[in-house]
């Protein structure tokens, strides 16, 4: 395996239900994030895991919760969410202490809330 | 604050023309600045990103990408556009020392016809 893996690629989950996504990046990376692109939105930053501590948390809900248990995964745990949560979510690595150092990103778990 | 405004949602062209897709950026420092693309189900995929080093920027499958401060501006061509061209395309902008929050454009979509 190489560069990010998300997984599953498609969700599909009542708003009762608990569920997660997970990515994986084999790069060698130090810090992680989860964007979420909506339908004719930009992408929204939703967190940032910088050498495995959370700096960043852009007001997210917390139906939506993180985990990073190390430099190589991260999770991001579902729960009780609503319709207007449907979105691809995307996982993304970078090298934190390179300036220029672009993100990598994984190809996207595709949920549908109903 | 930082912000990136791509002009134009959808972009048309015809096979084997100029691809021309504009995005400009508001920072208050130098930034760093990147084009991605995107295909569908497919997670964003670096073109090119721009780190002073040089203003004229040549990234994968034949863009390029040209840095004017005088102008804010970032856009991105190619001087004959594929088929396999047709996808959506993102600029983003990130600050130096903000770890790797990036800042995206609303993206255009190009379609390349026959």
């Known amino acids: 395996e190489t560069g990010v893996t998300q997984t599953p690629r498609h969700l599909v989950m009542g708003m009762t239900n608990k569920k997660s996504l997970k990515c994986e990046q084999h790069?060698?990376?130090?810090?992680m994030y989860w964007y979420k692109q909506s339908a004719k939105k930009p992408l929204e930053l939703m967190f940032v895991?910088?050498?495995?501590?959370?700096?960043e948390n852009n007001s997210v809900p917390s139906r939506f919760s993180p985990e990073c248990p190390n430099s190589s995964h991260l999770f991001l745990h579902l729960h009780t969410l609503q319709p207007e949560d449907s979105a691809l979510y995307l996982c993304?690595?970078?090298?934190?202490?390179?300036?220029?150092?672009?993100?990598?990103f994984g190809n996207g778990t595709r949920l549908t809330v109903t | 604050a930082q912000s990136v405004t791509q002009l134009g949602s959808h972009v048309s062209v015809s096979e084997g023309a100029l691809v021309l897709l504009r995005c400009n950026y508001s920072s208050s420092v130098p930034p760093y600045l990147f084009w991605y693309v995107q295909y569908p189900n497919q997670g964003l995929q670096l073109l090119l990103k721009?780190?002073?080093?040089?203003?004229l920027v040549k990234g994968i499958n034949g863009f390029e990408a040209e840095f004017k401060k005088s102008e804010t501006s970032f856009h991105l061509t190619k001087p004959s556009a594929h088929m396999s061209d047709a996808a959506e395309y993102f600029c983003a902008v990130k600050k130096a020392t903000s770890y790797g929050k990036l800042t995206f454009g609303q993206g255009t979509i190009l379609t390349v016809h026959p």
């Open positions: 721009y780190t002073s080093a040089a203003t």
């Open positions: 993304a690595s970078s090298q934190v202490t390179e300036d220029n150092s672009p993100l990598h």
């Open positions: 895991y910088s050498l495995e501590e959370r700096v």
């Open positions: 790069l060698g990376h130090n810090a």
